[in-house]
């Protein structure tokens, strides 16, 4: 892994060395030159920069993105009330193609992951997340990737990496390991009508701006499904996020991008955490929001509530609800301990990595919504998935 990264700068180790004795700077292992990786083995976090920055129509290096920024703000917050260690590991300089350095952010990821490790990731297109997904191929599952954006980056799967179409590489690309894709603040008029009219054919999960607004806490069964989420920054408005090229005047404020960042990191099923289309032309309270963005993520992992030893039944409650129309029984199952919901999902096939777990993470409006004699949509876009991967 090593061989893919670079060390911190001196003059940032300079910065850090003036920074408060109680700051997060201060309790971070880092890697820094002359010095080798800092030991992982009891290491729950690896933040880590991909300095990628060239367009994907570029043909020569493009100016380096520089992360210092993010960092330095970071590094200046306090710590809550955490147990769980951090470990900056550097950045992923830029290879001499895009592709490189999507392979480079693959083999650190998968490293991390196998030794049990969340990468943080920090980088420019977000089409740089396509290493992000490959890193869980030695996992031999299906993976479920949940992206909050005002985009769903489908695109033409047969045309070039670009952070508008890298989705539409990661759904035909082989090995098939994508599950479901969810997209958190979504706004119609940024995506081709096709598009949208995809999300519905292939059953993933779209939620517009407006309704994600309405009840964040919506959000948390989605974050629980998850095994990757990222972050494209421009999903955040304008006014709260701003750099050169950004001016849309919709999308999440500074309160509700680190709620939902919390919401991630309170998932037990979250293992990567990836905040893309950064650039060097990000402005002082811009880097600070990322900075707190990346607090918030932290801070839910060291929430973290072991809630799901379903094999113990005293530890959940069931709740079996006839519809009598359909002629079936819905299972829900809601947590002594967390009071967080799930709905079971009957799974009929051969056992192979398509297998899903048969609990549906959900809310209790999906059971009210059941004992009003409705299906819950989500139950029945997982139900019909799982017959396409049925055998």
């Given amino acids: 892994m090593i061989d893919f990264l670079s060390p911190l700068s001196q003059d940032f180790i300079c910065f850090v060395d003036d920074l408060s004795v109680s700051t997060i700077g201060k309790q971070i292992a880092m890697y820094t030159d002359g010095n080798d990786i800092p030991d992982l083995e009891h290491t729950f976090f690896a933040l880590v920069g991909v300095r990628e920055n060239r367009a994907s129509d570029a043909v020569d290096i493009a100016e380096e993105l520089n992360l210092e920024a993010v960092r330095k703000a970071f590094y200046g917050l306090y710590p809550g009330n955490w147990t769980h260690k951090i470990a900056d590991i550097g950045d992923i300089p830029a290879g001499h193609t895009r592709e490189d350095s999507m392979h480079a952010l693959r083999a650190v990821v998968s490293e991390l992951l196998r030794l049990n490790v969340i990468p943080i990731i920090l980088g420019g297109p977000q089409d740089m997340s396509y290493g992000q997904y490959r890193g869980y191929n030695h996992l031999g599952r299906m993976v479920n990737i949940t992206n909050i954006d005002s985009r769903f980056d489908i695109g033409n799967s047969d045309m070039p990496f670009n952070n508008k179409s890298y989705i539409g590489k990661i759904i035909v690309g082989e090995p098939f390991n994508l599950f479901n894709y969810a997209v958190l603040g979504y706004q119609s008029f940024l995506n081709p009508p096709e598009e949208i009219a995809l999300m519905d054919k292939l059953y993933f999960d779209?939620?517009?701006?407006?309704?994600?607004t309405a009840d964040i806490s919506l959000t948390e069964p989605v974050f629980r499904n998850s095994d990757i989420v990222t972050l494209d920054v421009t999903a955040i408005n304008a006014n709260s996020m701003r750099y050169k090229n950004h001016n849309s005047p919709n999308g999440f404020d500074g309160r509700e991008i680190c709620a939902l960042a919390r919401y991630a990191g309170i998932s037990n099923q979250v293992r990567s955490f990836g905040v893309y289309e950064l650039a060097n032309t990000l402005k002082a309270e811009s880097a600070m929001l990322v900075a707190?963005?990346?607090?918030?993520?932290i801070e839910g992992v060291n929430f973290?509530?072991?809630?799901?030893?379903?094999?113990?039944?005293?530890?959940?409650?069931?709740?079996?609800?006839?519809?009598?129309?359909?002629?079936?029984?819905?299972?829900?199952?809601?947590?002594?301990?967390?009071?967080r919901w799930w709905m079971e999902l009957p799974f009929e096939g051969t056992a192979n990595k398509y297998s899903k777990q048969t609990l549906l993470p959900c809310t209790q409006q999906d059971y009210i919504t059941a004992c009003n004699q409705e299906i819950p949509e989500k139950w029945l876009k997982a139900r019909l998935k799982n017959e396409i991967y049925k055998y």
């Avoid at 779209?206 to 994600?212: C, E, N, P, S």
């Avoid at 707190?292 to 993520?297: A, E, R, T």
């Avoid at 809630?307 to 709740?319: G, I, L, V």
């Avoid at 519809?323 to 819905?330: A, D, K, R, V």
């Fill in 206 to 212: 779209a939620y517009r701006l407006g309704d994600v």
């Fill in 292 to 297: 707190q963005i990346l607090w918030y993520f």
């Fill in 304 to 339: 973290r509530m072991d809630d799901e030893d379903f094999q113990n039944e005293s530890q959940y409650t069931t709740y079996v609800v006839p519809l009598e129309e359909e002629q079936i029984n819905l299972i829900f199952l809601k947590s002594n301990k967390s009071e």
